[in-house]
């Protein structure tokens, strides 16, 4: 077996502190969610946690960040969007309203972040230049899905992302059953009011 190089192991390193993170944020809140209960539940010390993050700010920005990217990578890849010829797959699309209630964590995660940035002005700015860069990749996804039926849709594409979120936010922290049924049913009647 190849040894893992100081680079594959610094990975694996933050992979298990992220894990510990999400855990730890999900279960107790941002708050009270200390360094120590992180590197303890990652089974490292504070030298592991500090070598890769600044702070728990830093953590929390990070983790989010890269689910964030992997979202829209999945979403992305579910869609089957191909550029060139402009197409979407509807199957695709279906498939990941079905499977939008695993989201939880990361909407847990993203409404800590609202909170802290909320209260803290040094975060806010960090958070609001985050969630602005996922705003206007998420709203070129969902401007694909408009254009794959036609339609030119009357709001941006920040804005479509905006409403997007809140939506799908808003509707996993009421613990709807099927919350993707409802944005498939909201989304095809935006589509249907912008032809």
Not at 16 to 27: D, G
Not at 124 to 142: A, D, M, R, T, V
């Given at each position: ?34 360094i ?30 890269k ?53 803290n ?47 799908t ?24 009011k912008?032809?």
């Open positions: 077996m190849q040894r893992m190089t100081r680079t594959q192991q610094q990975q694996q390193t933050k992979e298990r502190l992220f894990t510990a993170a999400m855990e730890q944020i999900t279960k107790f809140g941002f708050e009270k969610t200390s120590n209960s992180i590197t303890e539940a990652a089974g490292f010390s504070k030298g592991a946690f500090f070598s890769n993050f600044e702070n728990k700010y830093d953590l929390l920005l990070q983790l989010t960040e689910l964030k990217f992997e979202e829209r990578a999945r979403l992305k890849s579910i869609l089957n969007i191909n550029d060139k010829e402009n197409t979407i797959s509807i199957d695709g699309l279906n498939a990941y309203f079905n499977q939008i209630k695993e989201n939880t964590v990361c909407v847990i995660l993203d409404i800590e972040m609202k909170l802290i940035a909320s209260r002005q040094n975060f806010k700015s960090f958070y609001y230049q985050l969630q602005q860069e996922n705003n206007k990749s998420l709203g070129e996804i969902i401007y694909k899905i408009f254009d794959s039926k036609g339609v030119t849709p009357s709001q941006s594409p920040e804005s479509l992302a905006q409403i997007f979120t809140a939506l936010e808003g509707l996993i922290l009421q613990n709807v059953d099927n919350p993707g049924k409802q944005i498939n049913a909201i989304l095809d009647a935006i589509v249907e912008d032809k």
